[in-house]
């Protein structure tokens, strides 16, 4: 409150309070925040129940009656099927680490090498695995954007394997690159295309953020690490060029 000279007593930057919310939108309120707690719970825990079902109903026929729990036990055991299966890849992995191992795995590839179509089928399959489970391995494991489908239009992008020069040679000199544009919100399918390295960029942003971004359909935002750099001075480009920043 401001006095004038004339002693007039004049009110300012006077707010009206917030109206008072009713039952109903208390009542909407609370349903929405509950939604949001138990939303993604009950999502998660459906997923986990099915797949642990999935896993079980594959490999328990494979168990012998007389070591399956659930032959002495009036009930079923859920997670039998994904105890044992990671039990049995552990043994495996154990013994295929050693000379005897490898020798029978490589027995078992010399025979799958004179089966014309399976032949193909496991060298693609073993390669994709290899280079995705490769401890030291980089593909699919950058993020890039790509000017895509059209000029202004931006992609989320997983960067892939250079492209074989033979392939492109007839194309242009400069290099390619493999990358993967998945779709929202179902990540697990895309395209893949052969670009050109200077036209994508990769940012540092993980897979899994991007995976977050894609399935919330841009509703999920990676947060950057405090003190990081601006978004466009992490931006660098295959080439090893980095961006030119705004002043």
Same mark, same amino acid.
């Given at each position: 409150?401001?006095?004038?000279?004339?002693?007039?007593?004049?009110?300012?930057?006077?707010?009206?309070?917030?109206?008072?919310?009713?039952?109903?939108?208390?009542?909407?309120?609370? %349903?929405?925040?509950?939604?949001?707690?138990?939303?993604?719970?009950?999502?998660?825990?459906?997923?986990?129940?099915?797949?642990?079902?999935?896993?079980?109903?594959?490999?328990?026929?494979?168990?012998?009656?007389?070591?399956?729990?659930?032959?002495?036990?009036?009930?079923?055991?859920?997670?039998?099927?994904?105890?044992?299966? %990671?039990?049995?890849?552990?043994?495996?992995?154990? %013994?295929?680490?050693?000379?005897?191992?490898?020798?029978?795995?490589?027995?078992?590839?010399?025979?799958?090498?004179?089966?014309?179509?399976?032949?193909?089928?496991?060298?693609?399959?073993?390669?994709?695995?290899?280079?995705?489970?490769? $401890?030291?391995?980089?593909?699919?494991?950058?993020?890039?954007?790509?000017?895509?489908?059209?000029?202004?239009?931006?992609?989320?992008?997983?960067?892939?394997?250079?492209?074989?020069?033979?392939?492109?040679?007839?194309?242009?000199?400069?290099? %390619? $690159?493999?990358?993967?544009?998945?779709?929202?919100?179902?990540?697990?399918?895309?395209?893949?295309?052969?670009?050109?390295?200077?036209?994508?960029?990769?940012?540092?942003?993980?897979?899994?953020?991007?995976?977050?971004?894609?399935?919330?359909?841009?509703?999920? $935002?990676? $947060?950057?690490?405090?003190?990081?750099?601006?978004?466009?001075?992490?931006?660098?480009?295959?080439?090893?060029?980095?961006?030119?920043?705004?002043?």
């Amino acid at each position: 409150m401001d006095e004038n000279p004339k002693g007039d007593i004049q009110l300012t930057n006077f707010e009206a309070p917030p109206p008072k919310r009713g039952f109903g939108a208390r009542v909407r309120g609370y %349903f929405f925040t509950g939604l949001l707690v138990a939303g993604p719970l009950a999502i998660t825990a459906y997923i986990t129940w099915w797949l642990i079902h999935l896993i079980d109903g594959w490999v328990k026929p494979l168990i012998p009656a007389t070591y399956n729990p659930e032959t002495y036990l009036p009930f079923a055991v859920p997670g039998l099927g994904l105890l044992v299966a %990671f039990v049995a890849l552990v043994i495996l992995g154990f %013994f295929t680490a050693n000379l005897v191992g490898r020798w029978i795995v490589g027995l078992g590839e010399r025979i799958l090498d004179r089966m014309p179509f399976v032949r193909s089928l496991y060298k693609a399959v073993k390669q994709i695995f290899e280079t995705v489970f490769k $401890q030291d391995g980089t593909s699919l494991r950058r993020v890039g954007l790509l000017e895509w489908p059209g000029p202004g239009l931006w992609s989320i992008c997983l960067l892939s394997e250079p492209v074989n020069p033979d392939i492109t040679d007839k194309i242009s000199a400069a290099g %390619f $690159q493999w990358i993967y544009i998945p779709t929202t919100p179902a990540p697990t399918t895309g395209y893949l295309v052969m670009v050109r390295q200077d036209s994508v960029i990769e940012i540092d942003m993980s897979v899994d953020d991007a995976f977050k971004l894609l399935m919330s359909m841009g509703i999920i $935002q990676p $947060q950057p690490p405090a003190g990081s750099l601006p978004a466009k001075a992490r931006k660098v480009r295959l080439t090893g060029k980095k961006l030119k920043t705004e002043s």
